[in-house]
Structures are given as structure tokens and as C-alpha cells.
């Protein structure tokens, strides 16, 4: 009977460290950021849509972010008369809730967004930014992948 309780005291235990050690950890942003390219989807200004607003040459462009922090624009059919950096750096900062890139993607804008939402899916993020003769608003840029 001792042997019994022993064997089921045993596999109870190593039951227990397989099925704890089994468990990963949750993506994290840089898990995200890093999945694979992203594409604009939509613009809002103030909370309205601008999507029709933002230049073709904008939104056929893609953007990869590498873990090493460095990260590529490729223009896509349309080139805008400025194009856009072909690279940057990035960093997360601010405990992971805004996104830095070493040059700005928009012009009127910075290279700091506050991040909205980071998933497998969606990259949403948004800045005050200055589009003359506007005053100042804050924009949400989407992209997806």
C-alpha cells in the first residue's frame, strides 16, 4: 500500500512540473511589432476618419521592424514626391506605451507615437502633429499586417 501512495505521490509531482514548465510566455511587443510587415489601413483625425485624405503613395507603402531595433519603408507602385525614409530605428520606451522612430513617417509629424494597440493583427498609433493650416490634432494611424 506505502509503495501505492509512493508511485502516485511520484507521478502527481512530475505531472505537475511538466504541465507548469509547459506553459510560454505571452508575446511581447517587439513579438508583435516584429511578426511581419505592416500596411496603412486607416487614418483618423480628432476621432474622425481621414483615410480618404491620406495620399495613395502613403498607403501602398510597407514597413518592417527588426528585433535588432533597425526597420525598413518600402515604397509600394506609388511614390510620393518626398518618399519616404527607407530606414529607421526604433525603440519602444516609456514602459512599452510609446513607440520612437529615429525619423518621422508623416509629414507634420514626429517619430514618437503613443502606442493604442499592439497585437498580431493590428499596429495602432497616434501623435499631435501639424498639417498646415491646421492647428494641432491628434492623428491615429492604423496598420495591419
Known amino acids: 500500500m506505502n509503495k501505492l501512495i509512493l508511485l502516485a505521490v511520484v507521478c502527481f509531482t512530475t505531472l505537475f512540473f511538466i504541465s507548469c514548465s509547459d506553459k510560454t510566455p505571452p508575446p511581447s511587443n517587439t513579438d508583435h511589432i516584429t511578426r511581419s510587415s505592416w500596411k496603412f489601413s486607416s487614418a483618423k483625425a480628432s476621432g474622425v476618419d481621414v483615410t480618404a485624405q491620406v495620399p495613395a503613395c502613403f498607403k ?22 518626398s518618399p519616404a525614409p ?19 513617417i508623416v509629414a507634420g509629424g514626429s517619430g514618437v507615437f503613443t502606442i493604442v494597440l499592439l497585437n498580431d493583427i493590428n499596429l495602432v498609433v497616434a501623435q499631435t502633429m501639424t498639417i498646415a493650416p491646421n492647428p494641432p490634432t491628434t492623428v491615429e494611424l492604423t496598420f495591419i499586417h
Do not use: H, K, Y
Not at 507603402?61 to 506609388?78: D, K, L, Q, W, Y
Open 60 to 81: 501602398d507603402n510597407t514597413m518592417i521592424f527588426v528585433a535588432n531595433g533597425t526597420g525598413t519603408i518600402s515604397e509600394g507602385t506609388n511614390i510620393c514626391a
Open 86 to 104: 527607407a530606414t529607421f530605428t526604433w525603440v519602444f520606451q516609456n514602459n512599452g506605451t510609446e513607440l520612437r522612430l529615429s525619423t518621422p
